[in-house]
């Protein structure tokens, strides 16, 4: 079912780089365009998408960054996520997931810089493991799902993306 409310125009700072983007209830979406002299998928133009699920801590795109082989593929972000009005600040939180078709198995990414994080006291043992939580929640909810055996995802994309991917976003 689609979200009804109008869009809210906010924010969206990771790093120190502040992107225009869009909100809609738990969900939403920003834009940045890729810097000149990186590769882009040939027709994918510069400007990459982004998707926020703001109460599971994740955040979704389809690289225009990824080879022909790999259009339509996902990438997925376990991050922190800091709302202050219309201002959502994302911090990355190391572990990623490459999500592809049904029938081709989703990858899990870059515990080994979680790991060093929680090593080196970039993260707490807390935040360390309220990034595990999210990844299994992640997994669960969306791609795994209980006693799920079936041939498609259970609910990937997510379905609450639906409102946002081909919306406006206006700019700064």
């Known amino acids: ?3 009804e409310r109008a869009p809210e125009r906010i924010t969206v700072v990771r790093g120190d780089l502040p992107s225009p983007g869009i909100r809609i209830g738990r969900v939403a979406a920003y834009e940045f365009d890729i810097p000149e002299g990186k590769y882009i998928r040939p027709g994918a133009g510069r400007r990459q998408r982004v998707f926020l699920l703001l109460d599971e ?3 979704l795109h389809q690289p225009v960054v990824f080879r022909p082989e790999r259009a339509g593929w996902w990438y997925v972000d376990l991050v ?3 709302e202050e009005g219309d201002t959502v ?3 990355d939180r190391y ?3 490459i999500v592809g078709p049904p029938g081709v198995p989703y ?3 870059d515990l080994h810089e979680l ?3 929680l090593a080196t006291g970039r993260l707490t043992p807390l935040q360390a493991g309220q990034v ?8 669960d909810r969306h791609l795994q799902g209980r006693d799920h055996h079936g041939p498609a995802w259970p609910d990937f994309p997510p379905a609450a993306l639906e409102p946002l991917r081909n919306i406006s976003i206006p700019g700064p």
């Open 107 to 109: 990858r899990i990414l």
């Open 89 to 91: 600040h994302v911090a």
């Open 1 to 3: 079912m689609a979200d």
């Open 115 to 117: 790991g060093e994080a």
């Open 57 to 59: 801590s994740a955040q």
């Open 132 to 139: 595990l939580a999210a990844t299994q929640s992640f997994a």
């Open 80 to 82: 922190d996520i800091r």
């Open 95 to 97: 572990v990623d997931f």
